[in-house]
């Protein structure tokens, strides 16, 4: 019986581990949903030559289908940098932009903010030697996620 719970505390921490590893960086954020994404689509908006390309409001879009869920809004946005360089080589990399940063309530009422690291898509598509492109992409996402949460 001891040696059955340590398998299962080896597996789960191992699927806990992967989880963690795969490429989608979660913080907190002390605003709510709606001014978490405020603040991203303003930091977004003064970057400069950065525009937003949609911002989605989970909640509002169940809500008008007589559905129920809890706070989350994704906005997307870009500046095309990245698409020369990727999509020509890896054009199923398309599923995977433009940027996106999402803001969502979890069950304990708190407000995390989510993203995809360019190591992430990296591994999702078979990148190779774009290292330099998919810097950039994490650290631009990493920037507006995090000043918005802050």
Known sequence: ??????????VVWCVSALGQGAGVVTRSSRYSVAETMDRAEAAVKAANGFQIFARVDFQSLAAAQGGNV???????FGRGTVLQPLLPQYPVTALDLPLKILAWEDDGGKVMISYNTGEYLAQRHGINGKDDVLKRLTEATALFANGAGE
């Open 70 to 76: 809890r706070p989350s809004q994704l906005l997307v």
């Open 1 to 10: 019986m001891k040696k059955m719970f340590l398998i299962l505390v080896a």
